[in-house]
């Protein structure tokens, strides 16, 4: 909407703006996030309702009972929460898929996750080798990221001295020359 007002003066509504930036095949690509994203979703959801639940155990129930279910819900949200990660670890990498064959073949959310779904299971080799590459990858990059942070630590320590520098002399002279004024 900026743009457009930038280029041709032209104001547009909220409406417009929506038109101009919102198609179906982003609203395909949002629902195929929402839907991946549920799982996550629902243990966040799970695990407050549990630590609600945990919470009433102690204030309106005996000892025993409370120390039993806090020991339960510790040992079903672990559980639940590797069985989550799991899920979300395997749906994120079909995201891809799912996002692709939405896009560039303009189907339905629901067509759009089935062919990717058989396009993994008939490509299990390549998409299993790809998910190697990439884990790969982010290990190669976090290691460097953190070589490398390590290694700007003194350049930053030496710019932020040079920034006091810049900034103490300036405000020394200022300071000594109001001391001198009667």
């Known amino acids: 909407m900026v743009d457009e ?10 409406r417009q703006g929506f ?13 195929i996030d929402l ?26 129930g005996t000892a025993n009972f409370a120390a039993f279910s806090t020991v339960a819900t510790i040992v079903l949200a672990f559980i639940t929460i ?3 990660v799991i899920l979300t670890i395997v749906l994120h990498l079909l995201r891809n898929f799912f996002w692709r064959i939405s896009a560039l073949e303009d189907i339905g959310v629901r067509e759009s996750m089935r062919r ?4 993994v299971f008939e490509n299990w080799k390549s998409v ?14 976090a290691v460097a990221s953190i070589i490398l942070f390590i290694i700007t630590i ?6 932020a001295i040079i920034a ?12 000594g020359h109001l001391q001198h004024l009667p």
Do not use: C, D, H, Q
Not at 38 to 60: D, E, H, R, S
């Open 35 to 60: 839907i991946v994203n549920l799982p996550a979703i629902a243990l966040a959801v799970v695990l407050l309702v549990a630590g609600i639940g945990v919470y009433f155990a102690w204030v309106n």
């Open 116 to 119: 990717g779904f058989s396009l």
């Open 164 to 175: 006091v520098l810049v900034v103490a002399i300036p405000f020394l002279l200022f300071v």
């Open 128 to 141: 299993g080798l790809m998910w190697l590459v990439m884990i790969g990858l982010g290990i190669v990059w």
């Open 154 to 159: 003194p350049v930053v320590i030496v710019t």
């Open 19 to 31: 038109r101009i930036g919102w198609s179906r095949t982003a609203w395909r690509l949002f629902l």
């Open 5 to 14: 007002y930038e280029t041709s003066g032209n104001k547009l509504t909220v």
């Open 82 to 84: 590797f069985v989550v």
